[in-house]
Antibody
Framework: QVHLVQSGAEVKKPGASVKVSCKAS????????MHWVRQAPGQGLEWMGR????????SYAQRFQGRVTMTRNTSISTAYMELSSLRSDDTAVYYC???????????WGQGTLVTVSS | DIQMTQSPSSLSASVGDRVTITCQAS??????LNWYQQKPGKAPKLLIY???NLEAGVPSRFSGSRSGTDFSFTISSLQPEDIATYYC?????????FGGGTKVEIK
């Protein structure tokens, strides 16, 4: 059974960085790409990018290029998403999601609330 | 980027009603479309993949179909536990993109 468990809520000041983790279990970590999706309060879903845990290769949505970094640690089956130069409009729930095909977002973590406030 | 136009943004229906949500892609995405259900405070849950295939364990009252770049999602008989927001998502091309969501309420 696929299980994705994310790190806890964070409160950050504008200009700071945040790093969210996502620990996978129930499948071969290097076999599924890991995506990151965010949802601002009361808003819809926005894809941020993905990482291939096998190669470490990444692709990011244009609007996050230069501010987001996705990494992984295969020894502990954990993916990370770091977002820098935080602004108030980065306040959102951040989800990791994975699946058996490169574009799959079949399985989701529980979400991590990141609040950006001075 | 592929734009996904979802409608309506909200709807109110009675228990037992048939409910339909539509999603239009800005270009051909073949069948590469998912439908998700999201309840308040929870992560999205995949209900339908490849436009019309029901995910394992999902009740058969949920269904999806495709006509060209137009996609439909139907709940054949609305149940109280179906109160949620529903999203379409294309996965034909990166960036993955979502519709704006449809909030379903009970009348």
């Amino acid at each position: 059974q696929v299980h994705l468990v994310q790190s806890g809520a964070e409160v950050k000041k504008p200009g700071a960085s945040v790093k969210v983790s996502c620990k996978a279990s129930g499948y071969s970590f290097t076999g599924y790409h890991m995506h990151w999706v965010r949802q601002a309060p009361g808003q819809g879903l926005e894809w941020m990018g993905r990482i291939n845990p096998n190669s470490g290769g990444t692709s990011y949505a244009q609007r996050f290029q230069g501010r987001v970094t996705m990494t992984r640690n295969t020894s502990i089956s954990t993916a990370y998403m770091e977002l820098s130069s935080l602004r108030s409009d980065d306040t959102a729930v951040y989800y990791c999601a994975s699946g058996p095909v490169e574009v799959s977002t079949d399985y989701w973590g529980q979400g991590t609330l990141v609040t950006v406030s001075s | 980027d592929i734009q996904m136009t979802q409608s309506p943004s909200s709807l109110s229906a009675s228990v037992g009603d048939r409910v339909t949500i539509t999603c239009q892609a800005s270009q051909d995405i073949t069948n590469y479309l998912n439908w998700y259900q999201q309840k308040p405070g929870k992560a999205p849950k995949l209900l339908i993949y490849d436009a019309s295939n029901l995910e394992a364990g999902v009740p058969s009252r949920f269904s999806g179909s495709r006509s060209g770049t137009d996609f439909s999602f139907t709940i054949s008989s609305l149940q109280p536990e179906d109160i949620a927001t529903y999203y379409c998502q294309q996965y034909d091309n990166f960036p993955l993109t979502f519709g704006g969501g449809t909030k379903v309420e009970i009348k």
